[in-house]
């Protein structure tokens, strides 16, 4: 999930040579060097040239032979400048991926201990109104992330006008978690895989792997690149494309806007404490209600409803009811299970914002439902 990309030009075709294939004339000394899919045929530097090839070793220095007529790179379509202007390409394409906000990214393992560390200075920054800045952010991101990221567009549990499932999908990119294409592609296999070795972040292998290990686990992230995509009517849609190639450029402007406003304040609260917060609450959906809590409906996985973690995520905590029934827009299924997102989309429904809402039916809950008790604690 790359934040800051160039759309590159197709690499230049391949080639095979030999001295039955070129009439050939000794220029000097030179060096040949193997080449990757996509670098540069040819490199000219103070009368020294270099023929690069498909082999997978360096050669010895030789004696140079090239073509009669112009000097290329054995390949007419590219000429040195054309190559020049791909190895640019190529440099911004590996800057954008090393700025990528996604688990096992150089980016977001840098960015969790930063927003720690400026937790340290909250003490000595207080004032009631970056408090209060914090906390509004807190809440327009974290409802965010669960009516848009997750309900909305991971699992499709209702429609809204484009323009306000935009609206709300933005609010949420502020949250520091990634984009949307590459958080609900995350949350699906996720899903596909729950509590599985394949699981992005499986409570199979442990408390602390599932709530923040598997941020740092880059083999795994690396085995996730290389799966099928999920997430095509995302990236069919030129508004979360835009996010994906610029995000991180968004939170650095709302940085800096904090700044402008409330100085050094404003970025401990906004962005320190509140990120670090947002985080470990998230956090704790992915570890804590997949092993403390109670389960009210016989599921093939380890998910638990945990009231605390319900409180603290408008609803998200009721994640046993969410697993047994990912369509619905509704996660707090009984009466006395709080859940702020439900309340919003029912009154987006009456205003006939929120449309094709969708629900369990009494069908599929007897369905689900354990067979000799109503309910499984687990501790």
């Known amino acids: 999930m790359a934040c800051i990309s160039v759309w590159a030009s197709a690499a230049p075709k391949s080639f095979s040579f030999s001295r039955q294939t070129f009439p050939l004339l000794s220029l000097g000394s030179c060096s040949i060097y193997t080449r990757k899919v996509g ?21 010895s220095p030789c004696s140079i032979v090239r073509l009669e007529g112009e000097m290329r790179a054995f390949d007419d379509t590219h000429t040195p400048e054309e190559g020049e ?4 390409v190529e440099f911004w394409i590996r800057m954008g991926k090393s700025l990528e906000v996604v688990p096992g990214s150089p980016a977001l393992k840098a960015i969790l201990p930063l927003t720690h560390l400026l937790c340290l200075f909250a003490p000595f920054c207080f004032s009631w109104d970056a408090f209060g800045v914090a906390f509004g952010l807190f809440i327009i991101t974290g409802f965010s992330l669960s009516l848009s ?13 484009k323009w306000l499932e935009y609206f709300f999908a933005y609010c949420g990119v502020h949250a520091l978690q990634g984009d949307p294409i590459g958080w609900v592609s995350n949350h699906r296999y996720h899903h596909q895989y ?6 992005l972040h499986s409570p199979i292998e442990g408390f602390w792997y599932s709530h923040v290990g598997w941020i ?7 085995e996730r690149s290389e799966r099928p995509t999920n997430v095509a009517d995302l990236e069919n849609q030129f508004f979360y494309k835009f996010i994906y190639n610029t995000y991180i450029i968004h939170p650095i402007i709302l940085a800096t806007l904090l700044y402008a406003i409330g100085g050094f304040p404003y970025i401990v609260w906004g962005m320190g404490v509140r990120i670090a917060l947002q985080y ?3 956090f704790f959906v992915n570890s804590a209600c997949h092993q403390w809590g109670n389960r009210s409906w016989n599921t ?9 973690i319900a409180l603290l995520t408008f609803g998200e905590g009721w994640h046993n009811n969410h697993h047994a029934f990912e369509f619905s827009a ?3 299924l009984e009466w006395y299970q709080l859940d702020v997102t439900w309340n919003i989309v029912w009154a987006l429904q009456a205003v006939g914002l929120a449309t094709d809402v969708k629900l369990p039916t009494n069908a599929q809950k007897r369905k689900m439902a354990f067979k000799n008790s109503s309910m499984e604690t687990i501790y």
């Open 300 to 308: 093939s996985d380890l998910s638990t409803n945990n009231w605390l």
């Open 39 to 59: 670098e540069n045929l040819f490199n000219k530097c103070k009368g020294r040239s270099y023929i690069y090839t498909t082999t997978s070793k360096r050669l």
């Open 194 to 199: 729950v509590d599985t070795e394949k699981d």
């Open 216 to 222: 740092y686990d880059t083999k795994a992230a690396n």
């Open 85 to 88: 202007k791909q190895e640019r």
């Open 280 to 282: 470990h609450i998230t």
């Open 330 to 332: 509704r996660h707090g």
């Open 149 to 161: 990221y997750h309900r909305n567009l991971s699992h499709r549990s209702f429609k809204l006008p």
